[in-house]
Every structure is written in C-alpha cells, then in structure tokens.
T-cell receptor, first 116, second 114 residues
C-alpha cells in the first residue's frame, strides 16, 4: 500500500467556519507533511511532523493548526480562514527522521479548499 | 524537445519524441533531488530521485542528470507518450536541519501531441 488518503476531496467553507482536513497513511512512514498549492504554482511546505512531533513550521498563520494524533494520521484544523487561503492542500509522507526523511515523499490527491 | 530553465514553462512535443525538462536549483547545500509529475486534479507523483553523490540515474523511460557545478538538474523522457502530458516539478532538499523540507521549482507543463 503506497497510498496517502486525504479527506474530504473538496471543501467549501465560510470565513467564520471551523473545519478539519484529514490525512492517513499505512506505509509505516514516520514523517508527514502539509503543503499548500495555489493554481499554476508549485507546492509550498507548511508543516513537517517527525515521529508525531512538529519539526518544521514554515511561519504559517495560526488560523491553520496541525495535529498528529498518531503515526498514521495527520490533521489540519482550519479556523477563520480568508478567501486567499483557497488552494489545494496536499498531505505527504516519507520515512523516518533526520537523514531518513530524505527519501521519496508520497503525496495524497489533495483537498481542494474554497473559502467564501 | 527541450525547455530551458524556469523561464519557458511549457514544452510541446510529438508522441515518440524524447523530451528534456530542465531545472536550475538555488541551494548549493542541497543533496537530494526528486522529479515529480502532477496531472490535473491530482497530487504530485514520484518519478525518480537522485542524491548529490551521483550525476546520473536511470529509471523506466526516464533519466535524471545532475550537474552540481552549475546547479542544474534535467529529466529526460524517452519515447514520450500522450499519458506523459502533465506538469513536471523538480524538488530539492538541503538536509541538515532542513531534512524533510522539499523546495519545489516552478514547474514545466509538458504537452504531448499524438
């Protein structure tokens, strides 16, 4: 199983809503990531978790709150978003920590988020 | 067909041609590089990777070349097929405290005409 599964596939939310994006992998990977991708742009890293601990936060606004409940799951909690936060949110996973994170990262299909 | 760097983001080729997609990376400390393919509405899909102690790596119909002297990476696709049409991204990782931090290039749109 080389799949990273993201739910939901599409999400429309108002600026006062609270919602969560979910990501799951069963490859035994211990590093998980959130990326944001705007149309016609490359993915941009938001957060990195290694062994369920947050290791990189790329100065992401606090209205995005990541959570890693266990080694297979990664959530992204959303609150008071702005229309400019509309994008494709991608989850990825790879092996281990440290040098073992420099291995192939598998991506999910993404959640297409629209903030209205 | 061939694109040059990040300034020509579109490459159109005929089916059966060989394609070359180029990428100039910025960080001389980067020691791991990946090529991803992204089709419309999907997440990036791993194609091939290469570490900085190598200058060439081959996969099935694909070859990645790394020139550390000029910080240049290329992806060669042999006998390009319509199913290869997608956006191709190179990504680099600097290691050290940046382990896991992939930085993506701007991407190249490859269009393969039957």
């Amino acid at each position: 199983d080389t799949e990273v599964t993201q739910t939901p596939k599409h999400l429309v939310m108002g600026m006062t809503n609270k919602k969560s994006l979910k990501c799951e992998q069963h490859m035994g990977h211990r590093a998980m990531y959130w990326y944001k991708q705007k149309a016609k742009k490359p993915p941009e890293l938001m957060f990195v978790y290694s062994y369920e601990k947050l290791s990189i936060n790329e100065s992401v606004p606090s209205r995005f709150s990541p959570e890693c409940p266990n080694s297979s799951l990664l959530n992204l909690h959303l609150h008071a978003l702005q229309p400019e936060d509309s994008a494709l949110y991608l989850c990825a996973s790879s092996q281990g920590q440290g040098a073992l994170m420099n291995t192939e990262a598998f991506f999910g299909q993404g959640t297409r988020l629209t903030v209205v | 067909g061939e694109n040059v760097g990040l300034h020509l983001p579109t490459l159109s080729v005929q089916e059966g041609d060989n394609s070359i997609i180029n990428c100039a990376y910025s960080n001389s400390a980067s020691d791991y590089f990946i090529w991803y393919k992204q089709e419309s509405g999907k997440g990036p899909q791993f194609i091939i990777d290469i570490r900085s102690n190598m200058d060439k790596r081959q996969g099935q119909r694909v070859t990645v070349l790394l020139n550390k002297t000029v910080k240049h990476l290329s992806l060669q696709i042999a006998a390009t097929q319509p199913g290869d049409s997608a956006v191709y991204f190179c990504a680099e990782n600097a290691g050290g405290t940046s382990y896991g931090k992939l930085t993506f290039g701007q991407g190249t749109i490859l269009t393969v005409h039957p």
